[in-house]
Nanobody, 119 residues
Framework: QVQLKESGGGLVQAGGSLRLSCVAT???????MAWYRQAPGKERDFVAD????????TYTDSVKGRFTISRDNAKNMLYLQMNNLKLEDTAVYYC?????????????WGQGTQVIVSS
């Protein structure tokens, strides 16, 4: 099975930056991957994904121009570079993945890493 583990969360002041990492137990070249987040009292929401052999990326509107999703094939790593962080970015961030043969939504999830943005 595909196992995922996030890291890199922490406390940062508004306007600062963090880079989240997610290590996978399968080659990331075999996977479509995504970042989701869940703020206190809210649903888990899509943030960004990187899919297909061409590494096509998509971002939710609120993070466009600030966040960058990428992956390192040699290290089986997924990254989320987060710049110009805002208070509303505070959430638990989750790494997600699916094999390209698995039709439907993401079914493999990490445990999450907490990001707290302070004023």
């Amino acid at each position: 099975q595909v196992q995922l583990k996030e890291s890199g969360g922490g406390l940062v002041q508004a306007g600062g930056s963090l880079r989240l990492s997610c290590v996978a137990t399968r080659p990331v070249t075999e996977l479509d991957m995504a970042w989701y987040r869940q703020a206190p009292g809210k649903e888990r929401d899509f943030v960004a994904d990187i899919v297909g052999e061409g590494d096509s990326t998509t971002y939710t509107d609120s993070v466009k121009g600030r966040f960058t999703i990428s992956r390192d094939n040699a290290k089986n790593m997924l990254y989320l570079q987060m710049n110009n962080l805002k208070l509303e970015d505070t959430a638990v961030y989750y790494c997600a993945a699916r094999r390209r043969t698995e039709v439907g939504g993401y079914i493999h999830w990490g445990q999450g890493t907490q990001v707290i943005v302070s004023s």
